[in-house]
């Protein structure tokens, strides 16, 4: 059978419900200006990361553009060895973009 709880047991669980308000209002708080703050970080942080990845992309198109060649179009080995470098750097660049 169900019926009304003593109002001592009533008194002592609205003052729980207050308490509760105020640390849900307070944990909201806190909640949402970390959440804002760090997705701040993150927005300018990716928008520099991507400028900088784009003038490394840039930067790789003029030196496959200018670099030296052979009478037969290739790439000398000189020219090899430093597009071949550039593009180590371009790849750790990209997989420290991700991590």
């Given amino acids: 059978k169900f019926g009304v709880p003593?109002?001592?047991a009533v008194a002592q669980l609205l003052g729980l419900?207050?308490?509760?308000?105020?640390?849900?209002?307070?944990?909201?708080?806190?909640n949402s200006f970390f959440l804002s703050q760090s997705?701040?970080?993150?927005?300018?942080?990716?928008?520099?990361t991507?400028?900088?990845q784009g003038r490394l992309n840039?930067?790789?198109?003029?030196?496959?553009t200018?670099?030296?060649?052979?009478?037969q179009g290739r790439?000398?080995?000189?020219?090899?060895a430093l597009l071949d470098e550039m593009a180590r750097w371009v790849r750790l660049f990209h997989i420290l973009f991700w991590a």
């Fill in 17 to 30: 419900e207050r308490a509760w308000s105020y640390v849900l209002t307070f944990a909201t708080f806190i």
């Fill in 50 to 52: 991507r400028k900088v």
């Fill in 58 to 64: 840039d930067l790789s198109c003029l030196l496959a």
């Fill in 6 to 8: 003593h109002e001592k």
């Fill in 75 to 80: 790439f000398t080995e000189r020219a090899r």
């Fill in 39 to 48: 997705y701040g970080f993150w927005l300018a942080n990716k928008g520099n």
């Fill in 66 to 71: 200018h670099a030296e060649r052979d009478e």
